[in-house]
C-alpha cells in the first residue's frame, strides 16, 4: 500500500469525521504518526478515546482538538462549523470518513430509512464540506477526501440505500474536484471493500460471503490499508492527483 514518504503532513491540521474507531481510528492515529495535528469530530467521546488522544499528544508532541458533533442532525453540524470558525483554527485536510450502512430490500425500504442514511452517508459530509472549503479557499490550500465505497460503484442486492448514497458521494466528489481546483484544493474518495470493522457483522453473513466470492484476493481489507491510502492523498506526494475515486478491493 502507498505510504506518504515525505514530511508535508508534519504540522498540518487534518479534521477526521467519526473517528473513534475502525477506519477512523486508523486514519487518526496514521496521521499522528506524522506529525500532524488532528480535529476530530465525534457523536461522543469516551474514556478509551480520550486516552488515546490525550497518549498521541504526548508521543508525538501534535494538538488534538476534540469536537462534538451528531450527523443526523443539521443543527449540531451547523453549531461545529461555527465553532470550528471560533477557534481560529487552519484546516488544511478534510477526510469525510463517518458513514452508516442499513440492508433491506427495495419493497421493505422505508422513505425514513433512506433519507436517514442519506444525511450520514451525504447530506452532512456536503455541510460539512461546505463549511470547511470556505476556510481553505481563503488558505488557497487543501485537501479533501471522502470515504466512498465500492458499494457506490458496483451493486449489491439490498444495499439501495447505501449504495445510493455512497454514488452520491462519488459523483459530489467529482464535481467539487473542479469547482474547488481554481483555489487548489484537491479532492478525492476512497472506495474500500468489505473492510475489517464492525460494520462487517453489520451487512452479514450472505453479503460477505459474496464480496468474498468476488474478491480475487480473499480476505477483508485492513483498517490500515485504508489509512495509509489516505495518508497519500493527503500528502505531497499525490500532488497531481484530483477527482479520483480510488478502489481498496483486493481485485474485483
Given at each position: 500500500?502507498?505510504?506518504?514518504?515525505?514530511?508535508?503532513l508534519?504540522?498540518?491540521?487534518?479534521?477526521?469525521?467519526?473517528c473513534?474507531?475502525?477506519?477512523?481510528?486508523?486514519?487518526?492515529?496514521?496521521?499522528?504518526?506524522?506529525e500532524?495535528?488532528?480535529?476530530?469530530?465525534?457523536?461522543t467521546?469516551?474514556?478509551?478515546?480520550?486516552?488515546?488522544?490525550?497518549?498521541l499528544?504526548?508521543?508525538?508532541?501534535?494538538?488534538?482538538?476534540?469536537?462534538?458533533?451528531?450527523?443526523?442532525?443539521?443543527?449540531?453540524?451547523?453549531?461545529?462549523?461555527?465553532?470550528?470558525?471560533?477557534?481560529?483554527?487552519?484546516?488544511?485536510?478534510?477526510?469525510?470518513?463517518?458513514?452508516?450502512?442499513?440492508?433491506?430490500?427495495?419493497?421493505?425500504?422505508?422513505?425514513?430509512?433512506?433519507?436517514d442514511?442519506f444525511?450520514?452517508n451525504?447530506?452532512?459530509?456536503?455541510?460539512?464540506?461546505?463549511?470547511?472549503?470556505?476556510?481553505?479557499?481563503?488558505?488557497?490550500?487543501?485537501v479533501?477526501?471522502?470515504?466512498?465505497?465500492?458499494?457506490?460503484?458496483?451493486?449489491?442486492?439490498?444495499?439501495?440505500?447505501?449504495?445510493?448514497?455512497?454514488?452520491?458521494?462519488i459523483?459530489?466528489?467529482?464535481?467539487?474536484?473542479?469547482e474547488?481546483?481554481?483555489?487548489?484544493?484537491?479532492?478525492?474518495?476512497?472506495?474500500?471493500s468489505?473492510?475489517?470493522?464492525?460494520?462487517?457483522?453489520?451487512?452479514?453473513?450472505?453479503?460477505?460471503?459474496?464480496?468474498?466470492?468476488?474478491?480475487a484476493?480473499?480476505?477483508?481489507?485492513?483498517?490500515?490499508?485504508?489509512?495509509?491510502?489516505?495518508?497519500?492523498l493527503?500528502?505531497?506526494?499525490?500532488?497531481?492527483?484530483?477527482?479520483?475515486?480510488?478502489?481498496?478491493?483486493?481485485?474485483?
Open positions: 500500500m502507498m505510504c506518504s514518504s515525505d514530511n508535508s508534519k504540522g498540518k491540521y487534518v479534521l477526521i469525521t467519526g473513534n474507531r475502525g477506519i477512523g481510528k486508523s486514519i487518526l492515529q496514521h496521521f499522528a504518526e506524522k500532524a495535528n488532528i480535529i476530530a469530530c465525534v457523536r467521546v469516551s474514556e478509551d478515546f480520550e486516552l488515546l488522544c490525550q497518549n499528544k504526548n508521543s508525538y508532541a501534535i494538538e488534538v482538538h476534540l469536537f462534538l458533533v451528531d450527523l443526523s442532525d443539521e443543527n449540531s453540524i451547523k453549531h461545529f462549523i461555527g465553532e470550528l470558525y471560533k477557534s481560529n483554527l487552519s484546516v488544511h485536510i478534510l477526510v469525510n470518513n463517518a458513514g452508516v450502512v442499513t440492508k433491506g430490500l427495495l419493497q421493505m425500504t422505508t422513505m425514513k430509512q433512506l433519507k442514511v444525511q450520514i451525504f447530506f452532512a459530509q456536503v455541510q460539512i464540506t461546505q463549511g470547511v472549503s470556505k476556510l481553505m479557499m481563503r488558505q488557497k490550500t487543501g479533501i477526501i471522502n470515504m466512498a465505497s465500492i458499494g457506490g460503484l458496483d451493486a449489491f442486492p439490498a444495499y439501495t440505500s447505501y449504495g445510493c448514497s455512497k454514488s452520491a458521494l459523483y459530489f466528489t467529482k464535481t467539487m474536484s473542479q474547488l481546483s481554481p483555489y487548489h484544493i484537491r479532492v478525492n474518495a476512497v472506495a474500500p468489505l473492510t475489517d470493522t464492525a460494520m462487517s457483522n453489520q451487512m452479514g453473513e450472505e453479503a460477505n460471503a459474496e464480496i468474498m466470492r468476488r474478491t484476493i480473499k480476505s477483508l481489507v485492513s483498517v490500515d490499508d485504508v489509512a495509509k491510502l489516505v495518508l497519500f493527503s500528502s505531497d506526494d499525490s500532488s497531481f492527483i484530483n477527482g479520483q475515486i480510488i478502489r481498496v478491493d483486493g481485485g474485483m
